[in-house]
């Protein structure tokens, strides 16, 4: 399996609700990073958290990092239809030359 | 301050051909990295590469494939004697060097068709 794996495959929620994505991961890292991206686009970053933070904000947007468990959760809080998209996790392992590595990625649809 | 650039956005090639993806990081970046994407997928890494220099290539498929980025002008990824396998979109992100390069910023990537 992959060193970042995101769960749920795909998440479909109402409109107001909160949005949880989970990722997990299998070796040490720097950081974590999550990206969105709409269909056909490219991506776009949302957050960064590091391996000594355990929890950090944006706007809407919540990211935990566990690294005693190596995984992440994203929180959208009041989804909106424009939050319709695929999410990422990135990791920056550590001594990998800062490249990235993602998972397959989570299909949010957000229903109006 | 314009984002990371990439062009073509499309590009059709018939097996056989070359073809040749351009990358201009963000003003300031010095730190280019290319990514592949196939359908339905996550973005797999493919080369690291900073001014006149190749980093990491460790992603990159030995034959056919090559990238480089001069001291003037654009990233350049190359794939000579394409095979529909390499249909994917191709993205590039840039970065700061230093503790910059933490963050990744990518373009609008180019979609290649093998027919």
Redesign the interface.
Known sequence: SQQGEEDPQALSIQEGENATMNCSYKTSINNLQWYRQNSGRGLVHLILIRSNEREKHSGRLRVTLDTSKKSSSLLITASRAADTASYFCATDVRGANSKLTFGKGITLSVRP | NAGVMQNPRHLVRRRGQEARLRCSPMKGHS?V?W?RQLP??????MV?LQKENI??E??MPKERFSAEFPKEGPSILRIQQVVRGDSAAY?C?S?LPGLG?????????T?LLVL
């Open positions: 730190h990295y990514y339905e997928e996550g973005l797999k890494f690291y980093i990491d460790s992603g993205f992100a970065s390069k933490e963050t990744q910023y990518f373009g609008p990537g979609r």
